[in-house]
Antibody
Framework: EVQLVETGGGLIQPGGSLRLSCAAS????????MSWVRQAPGKGLEWVSV???????YYADSVKGRFTISRDNSKNTLYLQMNSLRAEDTAVYYC????????????????WGRGTLVTVSS | EIVLTQSPATLSLSPGERATLSCRAS??????LAWYQQKPGQAPRLLIY???NRATGIPARFSGSGSGTDFTLTISSLEPEDFAVYYC???????????FGQGTKLEIK
């Protein structure tokens, strides 16, 4: 079965760090583009970061310099290292697969995990 | 940054009725627009990609149309399970930045 399972969320104090994991099954993370999208409580969706199959990474301005996306090919797992956390980072974090066409261009998210909740509070 | 504006914010309809949801982009996104459905406590689910292509397993009552800056998601005859929040989404050309509309809540009248 093709699926994504996020883990690693929890309660963390402002200024702290947390690493989220997203274990994939049914497909190979390293051969795909993968992304993180978050949703603050009662709010809409906000894209966070993407990693391309070649290893290039991109971030939303709101997390640039604080968050790092990476993957472990041997574990078929995607990660999001979150440092200098702020109250406004409180959200459910989803990982998502990003399909791309023959030219390598990607435009949408076709598979989502169930998400993991991160709460930043003292 | 391309901004997506969805309307209406809330749509109240009855099962069996036709639903029309709108998404307007602040500049042209060609046909690179997707639609997602999200139910409470669940992850978003891809419905439509590239403006008009239904994702795998999506019922034919869901259809998408539009190009450039104006897009529409139509649900031809609402089923009870269709009441949810719907988001549109696009990706800017370079650097890649993905943005979502603020959502339309489709509620039972």
């Amino acid at each position: 079965e093709v699926q994504l399972v996020e883990t690693g969320g929890g309660l963390i104090q402002p200024g702290g760090s947390l690493r989220l994991s997203c274990a994939a099954s049914g497909f190979t993370v390293s051969s795909n583009y993968m992304s993180w999208v978050r949703q603050a409580p009662g709010k809409g969706l906000e894209w966070v970061s993407v990693i391309y199959s070649g290893g290039s990474t991109y971030y939303a301005d709101s997390v640039k310099g604080r968050f790092t996306i990476s993957r472990d090919n041997s574990k078929n797992t995607l990660y999001l290292q979150m440092n200098s956390l702020r109250a406004e980072d409180t959200a459910v974090y989803y990982c998502a697969k990003v399909p791309y066409d023959s030219s390598g261009y990607d435009t949408y998210f076709d598979l989502w995990g169930r998400g993991t909740l991160v709460t930043v509070s003292s | 940054e391309i901004v997506l504006t969805q309307s209406p914010a809330t749509l109240s309809l009855s099962p069996g009725e036709r639903a029309t949801l709108s998404c307007r982009a602040s500049q042209s996104v060609s046909s690179y627009l997707a639609w997602y459905q999200q139910k409470p406590g669940q992850a978003p689910r891809l419905l439509i990609y590239d403006a008009s292509n239904r994702a795998t397993g999506i019922p034919a009552r869901f259809s998408g149309s539009g190009s450039g800056t104006d897009f529409t998601l139509t649900i031809s005859s609402l089923e009870p399970e269709d009441f949810a929040v719907y988001y549109c989404q696009q990706r800017s050309n370079w650097p890649p930045q993905y943005t979502f509309g603020q959502g339309t809540k489709l509620e039972i009248k």
